[in-house]
């Protein structure tokens, strides 16, 4: 795709796969998401909207608007949905208490809801709400909770954001693509 002709475009989604790393180069190395879009993209500040880290995938947005990105990383304004997997049993009482928060570093991590979406051996699947995106937040929040089995920590094993507000991911691995002016709207309406 060329350079974008239409001003009007100020977002657009990105599905992150793992193993990219979210920042416009690295001193590592590591590839970047940046590696995944059009040159123009980084070239016009495109900045990414909030973080995915370095394991994680899905849904990430980009804009060069900076009232868009603002207004989509206030805390309590925009809820971010995430589908993980976790090593241990998570039972109703990790439910409780990741809704109503663990301090983790000194900080306050917590869920707006967690959902159990099944199980796999000694996995648990969940779908996990957000409206905060603190460093590293769900995998520190489920981090903090102990396997009521094997008295360890529950480790998340793989994490994908899936929405934010209320645009669904809906592209494949490594895709790219502008998010409609109807779709634009719609998210900025719907912030809580």
């Known amino acids: 795709m ?3 002709s239409n001003d009007s475009k100020n977002l657009l989604a990105l599905n992150k ?3 990219y790393v979210v920042t416009r180069s690295d001193e590592l190395g590591r590839k970047t998401v940046y590696d995944l ?3 123009w993209v980084f070239d016009n500040s495109w900045m990414p909207i909030g973080r995915l880290d370095l394991e994680s995938k899905g849904l990430l947005l980009f804009t060069h608007d900076g ?3 603002n207004a989509l990383t206030q805390p309590g304004k925009c809820i971010k949905v995430y589908e ?3 090593r241990g049993h998570v039972t109703d009482e990790h439910i409780a208490m990741a809704m109503s ?3 983790n570093k000194g900080e306050l991590l917590k869920a707006l809801s967690v959902e159990v979406k099944g199980f796999g051996g000694a996995k648990t699947k969940l779908q996990v709400r957000i409206d905060e995106g603190k460093n590293r937040h769900i995998r520190r929040l489920f ?3 102990k396997d009521p089995k094997f008295g360890t920590p529950l480790k998340v094993l793989d994490l994908k954001r899936i929405s934010i507000g209320s645009f669904d991911l809906d592209l494949e691995s490594g895709k790219w693509r502008y998010l ?3 779709e634009e709207s719609l998210l900025m309406k719907n912030l809580a």
Do not use: C, H, R, Y
């Open 143 to 145: 981090g903090s909770l």
């Open 67 to 69: 009232q868009f990105g």
């Open 17 to 19: 796969p793992k193993g």
């Open 84 to 86: 993980i997997w976790v």
């Open 180 to 182: 409609s002016q109807a």
């Open 101 to 103: 928060g663990v301090e």
């Open 37 to 39: 879009l059009p040159d």
């Open 2 to 4: 060329n350079t974008p």
